[in-house]
């Protein structure tokens, strides 16, 4: 019952109450990316969403313009302290989680929920294992049961492990609870990179 409709009610309220908080920073977030380089504010990375739907996941742009796409062996994006592709400010925007507050728009479109798997690049499907599919049975998340715990220090079998365990477990008391995890793991700048 969950997952079918109070979810997205409480998806669409948390996104509506979050949105003037995004509007807010767009302004001096945009003024430093400009700064530094001209490029583009935003990153529309395309993603594979529920039932493997694509969809573009909006981000704060955290990389040099046209930055090659760099993956680690199970597919996964590569994640470094020092990738020269990161630029000064996409650090910051990293280490804060900053850059993934564009995906509120993505929630009110209903591409994800706030809480979820986290969406899969395109390209990889030969690399994932079996049970690896099961995460599109449900929304992709801005955050998720993976992040909370490991963030971004998580194997391929980890992520899986994660990933099935929450759409087994799906439930409001348990989208709070990684929420929670999640603010905190930020807070402290845990697990920000899978690779240092």
């Known amino acids: 019952m969950y997952r079918y409709g109070i979810k997205r009610f409480f998806d669409m309220v948390t996104s509506l109450l979050a949105l003037?908080?995004?509007?807010?920073?767009?302004?001096?977030?945009a003024i430093l990316i400009k700064l530094e380089d001209r490029g583009p504010l935003f990153y529309n990375a395309p993603r594979?969403?529920?039932?493997?739907?694509?969809?573009?996941?909006?981000?704060?742009?955290?990389?040099?313009?046209?930055?090659?796409?760099?993956?680690?062996?199970?597919?996964?994006?590569?994640n470094s302290e020092d990738d020269p592709r990161v630029t000064s400010i996409g650090r910051f925007l990293r280490k804060t989680s900053i850059d993934e507050l564009p995906q509120l728009l993505n929630v009110l479109k209903g591409d994800m929920?706030?809480?979820?798997?986290?969406?899969?690049?395109?390209?990889?499907?030969?690399?994932?294992?079996?049970?690896?599919?099961?995460?599109?049975?449900?929304?992709?998340?801005?955050?998720?049961?993976?992040?909370?715990?490991?963030?971004?220090?998580?194997?391929?079998e980890q992520r899986v492990k994660n990933d099935i365990f929450y759409v087994e477990n799906m439930s409001l008391v348990l989208d709070i609870k990684i929420l929670y995890m999640t603010?905190?793991?930020?807070?402290?700048?845990?697990?920000?990179?899978r690779f240092e």
């Open 20 to 29: 003037p908080f995004l509007l807010l920073i767009i302004i001096p977030i």
């Open 48 to 78: 594979l969403g529920k039932d493997m739907e694509e969809f573009k996941m909006y981000k704060f742009r955290s990389m040099k313009v046209n930055a090659p796409d760099i993956r680690n062996e199970d597919g996964s994006t590569f």
């Open 113 to 156: 929920s706030f809480v979820g798997p986290r969406p899969s690049p395109l390209g990889n499907k030969d690399l994932y294992p079996k049970e690896y599919f099961r995460k599109f049975e449900v929304k992709p998340g801005i955050t998720g049961y993976n992040q909370a715990v490991l963030r971004n220090k998580s194997t391929m």
């Open 183 to 193: 603010f905190v793991s930020v807070i402290r700048s845990k697990n920000i990179n």
